[in-house]
């Protein structure tokens, strides 16, 4: 079966770590994100992703040249400008061809979902598109979707205001569809599965959903993003780079990361290239590639570093973004 990966957002919300590197080519416990969600979608016998690029695509070629990622095969849609996420689907899907019943997923999400399940209801129910859903506890951030008994769906209902959701069951950003609502999708233009495409297929009684209670993560926001690499600590060794006199604790830290003597590091991902000086403090935190944080400073609560920033000695950031975007 062929999988259609959105991967073309801008990520802003993980700016400014996204302004260098799109949000799915960020490591994830030491390997990109799109690497974790390919390899699950192989586990339920996907052979082939086509990756429905938009922003910053170089970064996805250059990674898998030979266009074959976690043993399946890859192939690349390029969107001229972005067309949102029906739009992107149908263009991908035009490029690869795709006549069969395929496979949708958001790329930011990360989980275990039981996408043989999802497949076999979607052909029981005779639907035209079937979502996954997941339980949160605010649903206000994503698709609400109520259901009859059936899992028949009675409305779509984008980041409503948190009163209005009418469930906690959300779109989990992984669908099956049929190629027919390939059909329904105006091409050239911006069109949004969310605001457009379900709200339509929701009228006509083919849309389905089925709930799942899969471990579930979209690690679209500094909080998640950190959340889904913290799952991945203490997988790998200590680098060779931290001072034996440096306390680090539940964090993921590229192998070629620094540490110095007296500095400490809790709940934080390094990249590759970061350095925390002697004396530093980092907690909660996000250090992007070849970042410097300088002797005696403290970056907590949430702080994000892109590419490059360094902060200077003695220097006190909590929550901040830096550069600031
Ligand atoms: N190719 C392409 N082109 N991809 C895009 C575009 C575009 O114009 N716009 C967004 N994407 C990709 C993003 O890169 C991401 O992988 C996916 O589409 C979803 O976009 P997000 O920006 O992450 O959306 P969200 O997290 O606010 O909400 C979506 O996901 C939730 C579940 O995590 C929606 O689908 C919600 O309904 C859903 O609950
Ligand atoms: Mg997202």
């Given at each position: 079966?062929?999988?259609?990966v959105?991967?073309?957002?801008?990520?802003?919300?993980?700016r400014?770590l996204t302004?260098?590197v799109?949000?799915?080519?960020?490591p994830?416990?030491?390997?990109?994100?799109?690497?974790h969600?390919v390899?699950h979608?192989?586990?339920?016998g996907?052979d082939?992703?086509v990756?429905a690029?938009?922003?910053r695509?170089?970064?996805?070629?250059?990674?898998?040249?030979?266009?074959?990622?976690?043993?399946v095969k890859?192939?690349?849609?390029?969107?001229?400008?972005p067309?949102d996420?029906?739009?992107?689907?149908?263009?991908?899907?035009?490029?690869?061809g795709?006549?069969e019943?395929?496979?949708?997923?958001n790329?930011?999400?990360l989980t275990d979902?039981?996408?043989?399940e999802?497949?076999?209801f979607?052909r029981?129910?005779?639907a035209?598109?079937t979502?996954?859903?997941t339980?949160v506890?605010?649903p206000s951030a994503?698709?609400?979707v109520?259901?009859?008994?059936?899992?028949?769906?009675l409305a779509?209902?984008?980041?409503p205001?948190?009163?209005?959701?009418?469930?906690?069951?959300?779109?989990g950003?992984t669908?099956?569809l049929?190629?027919?609502?390939l059909?329904?999708?105006?091409?050239g233009?911006r069109v949004?599965i969310?605001?457009?495409t379900?709200?339509?297929l929701?009228?006509?009684g083919r849309?389905?959903?089925l709930?799942?209670?899969?471990s579930?993560l979209?690690?679209?926001t500094p909080a998640?993003?950190l959340?889904?690499?913290l799952?991945?600590?203490g997988?790998?060794p200590?680098?060779a780079?931290v001072?034996?006199?440096?306390?680090?604790?539940?964090?993921?830290?590229?192998?070629?990361?620094?540490?110095?003597?007296?500095?400490?590091?809790?709940?934080s991902?390094l990249?590759?290239?970061?350095?925390?000086?002697?004396?530093?403090?980092?907690?909660?935190?996000l250090?992007?590639?070849?970042?410097?944080?300088g002797?005696?400073?403290?970056?907590?609560?949430?702080?994000?570093?892109?590419a490059?920033?360094?902060v200077?000695a003695?220097?006190?950031?909590?929550g901040?973004?830096?550069?600031?975007?």
């Amino acid at each position: 079966m062929r999988a259609v990966v959105l991967v073309g957002g801008m990520g802003t919300r993980l700016r400014p770590l996204t302004l260098s590197v799109p949000k799915q080519m960020l490591p994830v416990g030491g390997r990109p994100m799109i690497e974790h969600v390919v390899e699950h979608l192989a586990v339920h016998g996907v052979d082939e992703v086509v990756l429905a690029l938009g922003f910053r695509p170089d970064a996805f070629l250059a990674a898998y040249p030979d266009g074959r990622c976690r043993g399946v095969k890859l192939r690349y849609a390029v969107e001229a400008e972005p067309l949102d996420t029906a739009g992107a689907v149908a263009f991908a899907a035009g490029e690869a061809g795709v006549d069969e019943t395929f496979v949708v997923c958001n790329g930011d999400v990360l989980t275990d979902l039981d996408l043989t399940e999802l497949v076999a209801f979607h052909r029981r129910s005779a639907a035209l598109a079937t979502i996954s859903l997941t339980p949160v506890e605010d649903p206000s951030a994503f698709g609400v979707v109520p259901t009859d008994g059936d899992g028949r769906v009675l409305a779509f209902i984008e980041k409503p205001r948190r009163e209005e959701a009418p469930t906690n069951l959300i779109n989990g950003g992984t669908y099956v569809l049929e190629p027919e609502v390939l059909e329904r999708i105006p091409p050239g233009r911006r069109v949004s599965i969310e605001r457009e495409t379900f709200p339509e297929l929701a009228a006509t009684g083919r849309l389905y959903a089925l709930a799942s209670a899969a471990s579930w993560l979209d690690a679209g926001t500094p909080a998640t993003y950190l959340a889904a690499n913290l799952r991945h600590a203490g997988d790998a060794p200590r680098p060779a780079g931290v001072d034996p006199a440096a306390s680090v604790a539940d964090s993921v830290l590229a192998p070629d990361a620094r540490v110095g003597p007296g500095a400490r590091v809790e709940r934080s991902v390094l990249m590759a290239g970061a350095r925390v000086e002697a004396g530093a403090v980092v907690t909660d935190s996000l250090l992007g590639p070849g970042t410097l944080v300088g002797s005696g400073a403290a970056v907590t609560e949430l702080s994000v570093l892109g590419a490059g920033a360094e902060v200077a000695a003695g220097r006190r950031l909590r929550g901040a973004h830096l550069p600031e975007s």
